[in-house]
């Protein structure tokens, strides 16, 4: 079966190559460091690395606190951190800097594979969430390198696909993986495609014990002096193609009901800023980039957060939040970030993503689920109107969050004796 894995990821390399060839074409970044993708770039020094991979921009705000622990605790260790798309990699060197070896992961055949092994010697090896590479797994157990996937998740939408190539993934999860689940949930599904139940734990979501930014709440008291001082404001964040239409029909109603409030507008991708602004256009609505740098006037009604890495200090000038990702089956983006902001949260009826995470806030109160434009308004304009519902589901949100902590730990202690001596 591997084989047959092998030929067919051969034949559609040209694809896949290409696709990063036209995507240069709207975002030159993705033209940055190409050889990183067959296994090139710069070697690391011969103790070896501690290697941590996050697929994007989520996954490597996920792994932030984790590279940081490993960093205190070994210092000594180089960290690599390997990421798939160039906005993953710019959030990486923004959070970190020097510090850490950033680079792409290669393609999932042999030589390329080998070649970034060769490079990078890693001595422990973290995958974040869910990320199945037949060929970089079968490295790792055949140079005996330890291979944990960390904060792992699988939906039961992807589970049935592995599970039709259940003798691929067996191979694959049978070199030693350890699995440390999200739930109990993750872990039965990663036993059914082949994980070993023996090497199966669940340690919770890492997410939830990320820690808020540096003077992220004075970042987001200056942009709401500077761009809505007396006006109420709610963000909308990391909204994909579709959602942007609903988000703006929702505040075309909350503004047609007298309000004159301020929507914070954050694309997921950049790629996608544009096309946005663009959609802003045909529908007439005054609007400004927060790259313009100019202060926002009575007369705005979005503010287009055409920037990354910036959203947390948006959400912290806001009254609440919708996390886009969830009106349109993407699967939802992190629901926890303006939870820890003590805000009221708005997400859409997809989860699948984190479904846990939307569940628990839903059910506890710091949450609710809308299912289009009509119901977003609805809500949004009922929380602007309402301070202290405001202040109840952000108290129990950041509560919740608070309380759930500890995956983060119960992860260190798992790979701890991973780590050769």
Same mark, same amino acid.
């Given at each position: /079966?591997?084989?047959?894995?092998?030929?067919?990821?051969?034949?559609?390399?040209?694809?896949?190559?290409?696709?990063?060839?036209?995507?240069?074409?709207? +975002?030159? +970044?993705?033209?940055?460091?190409?050889?990183?993708?067959?296994?090139?770039?710069?070697?690391?020094?011969?103790?070896? @690395?501690?290697?941590?991979?996050?697929? @994007?921009?989520?996954?490597?705000?996920?792994? &932030?606190?984790?590279?940081?622990?490993?960093?205190?605790?070994?210092?000594?260790?180089?960290?690599?951190?390997?990421?798939?798309?160039? *906005?993953?990699?710019?959030?990486?060197?923004?959070?970190?800097?020097?510090?850490?070896? $950033?680079?792409?992961?290669?393609?999932?055949?042999?030589?390329?594979?080998?070649?970034?092994?060769?490079?990078?010697?890693?001595?422990?090896?973290?995958?974040?969430?869910?990320?199945?590479? =037949?060929?970089?797994?079968?490295?790792?157990?055949?140079?005996? #390198?330890?291979?944990?996937?960390?904060?792992?998740?699988?939906?039961?939408?992807?589970?049935?696909?592995?599970?039709?190539?259940?003798?691929?993934?067996? @191979? *694959?999860?049978?070199?030693?993986?350890?699995?440390?689940?999200?739930?109990?949930?993750?872990?039965?599904?990663?036993?059914?495609?082949?994980? @070993?139940? +023996?090497?199966?734990?669940?340690?919770?979501?890492?997410? #939830? +014990?990320?820690?808020?930014?540096?003077?992220?709440?004075?970042?987001?008291?200056?942009?709401?002096? /500077?761009?809505?001082?007396?006006?109420?404001?709610?963000?909308?964040?990391?909204?994909?193609?579709?959602?942007?239409?609903?988000?703006? %029909?929702?505040?075309?109603?909350?503004?047609?009901?007298?309000?004159?409030?301020?929507?914070?507008?954050?694309?997921?991708?950049?790629?996608?800023?544009?096309?946005?602004?663009?959609?802003?256009?045909?529908?007439?609505?005054?609007?400004?980039?927060?790259?313009?740098?100019?202060?926002?006037?009575?007369? $705005?009604?979005?503010?287009?957060?055409?920037?990354?890495?910036?959203?947390?200090?948006?959400?912290?000038?806001?009254?609440?939040?919708?996390?886009?990702?969830?009106?349109? =089956?993407?699967?939802?983006?992190?629901?926890?970030?303006?939870?820890?902001?003590?805000?009221?949260?708005?997400?859409?009826?997809?989860?699948?993503?984190?479904?846990?995470?939307? *569940?628990?806030?839903?059910?506890?109160? &710091?949450?609710?689920?809308?299912?289009?434009?009509?119901?977003?308004? %609805?809500? #949004?304009?009922?929380?602007?109107?309402?301070?202290?519902?405001?202040?109840?589901?952000?108290?129990?949100?950041?509560?919740?969050?608070?309380?759930?902590?500890?995956?983060?730990?119960?992860?260190?202690?798992?790979?701890?004796?991973?780590?050769?001596?």
């Amino acid at each position: /079966m591997r084989r047959i894995y092998i030929f067919l990821t051969y034949a559609l390399l040209p694809l896949a190559f290409g696709a990063v060839l036209w995507r240069g074409l709207h +975002d030159r +970044d993705y033209w940055h460091n190409l050889g990183e993708r067959f296994g090139f770039g710069k070697y690391i020094a011969d103790e070896g @690395s501690l290697w941590v991979h996050a697929v @994007s921009v989520g996954e490597v705000q996920a792994a &932030a606190a984790l590279v940081r622990a490993l960093r205190a605790r070994h210092p000594q260790l180089p960290v690599v951190l390997s990421t798939v798309t160039p *906005t993953g990699a710019q959030l990486a060197r923004q959070l970190f800097g020097d510090s850490v070896h $950033v680079r792409y992961v290669p393609y999932d055949l042999p030589g390329c594979v080998r070649r970034f092994f060769r490079r990078i010697k890693p001595r422990l090896a973290l995958i974040m969430e869910t990320e199945l590479w =037949p060929n970089l797994f079968h490295e790792c157990g055949r140079r005996r #390198v330890p291979l944990v996937l960390a904060s792992a998740r699988i939906s039961p939408r992807s589970v049935r696909r592995y599970q039709r190539l259940v003798p691929l993934f067996r @191979s *694959t999860l049978a070199h030693g993986i350890v699995i440390a689940a999200q739930t109990a949930s993750d872990a039965r599904r990663f036993v059914s495609i082949g994980a @070993s139940a +023996d090497r199966t734990y669940v340690t919770g979501n890492i997410k #939830v +014990d990320f820690e808020l930014p540096a003077a992220v709440l004075t970042k987001g008291r200056r942009l709401r002096e /500077m761009h809505a001082a007396g006006r109420p404001v709610w963000a909308a964040g990391s909204t994909h193609e579709g959602e942007e239409q609903i988000v703006l %029909d929702a505040h075309r109603q909350i503004r047609a009901g007298g309000s004159d409030a301020l929507l914070l507008l954050a694309p997921r991708h950049r790629n996608r800023f544009e096309a946005v602004a663009e959609i802003l256009r045909q529908r007439n609505i005054t609007y400004l980039t927060h790259s313009s740098g100019r202060r926002g006037t009575p007369q $705005v009604e979005v503010l287009l957060i055409d920037s990354l890495g910036e959203l947390m200090d948006f959400y912290a000038a806001a009254d609440l939040a919708f996390v886009g990702g969830s009106m349109v =089956p993407v699967g939802g983006h992190n629901l926890l970030e303006p939870a820890a902001l003590s805000l009221p949260v708005l997400t859409g009826p997809y989860n699948f993503n984190s479904e846990d995470i939307a *569940t628990l806030l839903v059910q506890v109160g &710091a949450a609710y689920k809308v299912s289009n434009a009509t119901e977003l308004a %609805d809500q #949004v304009a009922g929380l602007l109107a309402d301070a202290g519902e405001r202040q109840r589901m952000g108290t129990l949100g950041r509560t919740t969050l608070d309380e759930n902590r500890g995956a983060l730990g119960r992860l260190l202690d798992l790979i701890e004796p991973l780590l050769p001596a």
